[in-house]
């Protein structure tokens, strides 16, 4: 497969990262980053499996999972979105959405 790229994994929130309480809290945010990726068909056929598994202790979000349009979008703002993450609370994809919309108002 080469060398892509790991935008975030579960473990690096829990049990190695800093005031997640659980492993269910861990995975909120990807759950809703997942889906909102499918919703707007910036899953590669390998994403659109990982959500039909589901996410585990050990999944991690790489550019594998993503369309050529998905991995620009992360790669510009996914660092700043997951800035955003409070555990507890669902998270919002509005940054995400404003950046899509800028990145295809970009292509146009």
């Known amino acids: 497969m080469g060398n892509g ?3 975030d994994k579960v473990s690096w929130h829990f049990p190695d990262g800093k005031n997640c309480p659980s492993l269910g809290a861990a995975k909120v ?4 980053v997942m889906r909102w990726l499918g919703s707007q068909e910036l899953l590669s056929p390998e994403g659109r499996e990982a959500i039909e ?4 202790s050990d ?5 594998y999972m ?15 979105w997951a800035r955003t993450i409070q555990y507890g ?3 919002s994809v509005r ?14």
Do not use: M
């Open 66 to 80: 993503l369309t050529d349009t998905g991995n620009k979008l992360l790669a510009v703002c996914y660092a700043e």
């Open 53 to 56: 598994i589901g996410i585990d």
């Open 59 to 63: 999944f991690s979000l790489t550019s």
């Open 29 to 32: 945010h990807f759950d809703v």
């Open 95 to 108: 940054l995400l959405e404003d950046c899509l919309r800028n990145i295809q108002s970009s292509n146009k």
């Open 5 to 7: 790229t790991t935008y």
């Open 89 to 91: 609370i669902r998270p």
